[in-house]
């Protein structure tokens, strides 16, 4: 039986939390020729972006500097969260040690790998998010960076 499908109000909870409580996303990329590039990499929320660290010579870290665009999957087929958003590459000798540090608390110090790593900072501008075919209709919770709901 299919639950009754949550209220916006409710939905946008969720995906704080998840923002807030999860470790993990799917972060999906595309080279210039179109190619696309999946990736499981790890994320801090602040309340306003998602900060990835990877190397910034690897297939993920190549596209989300040339395209500037990601599209950030969290959750699992049956709770799904869909951010697409804008990408603000920081270079690890500038990333704000507030920022830094709030990272290494949360996931790992990418500080020491040296200049390697590379944060990508992904600021949502449209988010989506359902549960079961009855919440299809809804899913938009966020559109050109403000939410709907």
């Known amino acids: 039986m299919t639950p009754e499908p949550r209220s916006g109000e409710q939905r946008k909870h969720d995906i704080l939390e998840r923002l807030t409580e999860d470790v993990d996303a799917?972060?999906?990329?595309?080279?210039?020729?179109?190619?696309?590039?999946?990736?499981?990499?790890?994320?801090?929320w602040d309340g306003a972006a998602l900060t990835f660290a990877t190397a910034g010579d690897s297939p993920a870290g190549r596209n989300l500097r040339d395209s500037g665009r990601a599209r950030v999957a969290l959750g699992h087929t049956r709770d799904v969260v869909l951010i697409d958003g804008a990408v603000e590459v920081l270079a690890a000798a500038r990333v704000p040690d507030d920022l830094a540090d709030a990272f290494a608390a949360k996931l790992w110090d990418a500080r020491a790998a040296g200049n390697r790593w590379t944060f990508f900072r992904v600021t949502p501008d449209r988010i989506l998010a359902w549960r079961e075919e009855n919440e299809l209709p809804g899913r938009v919770m966020m559109r050109d960076g403000s939410w709907v709901v």
């Open 26 to 44: 799917w972060v999906a990329t595309a080279d210039a020729a179109g190619m696309p590039h999946l990736v499981p990499l790890s994320f801090l």
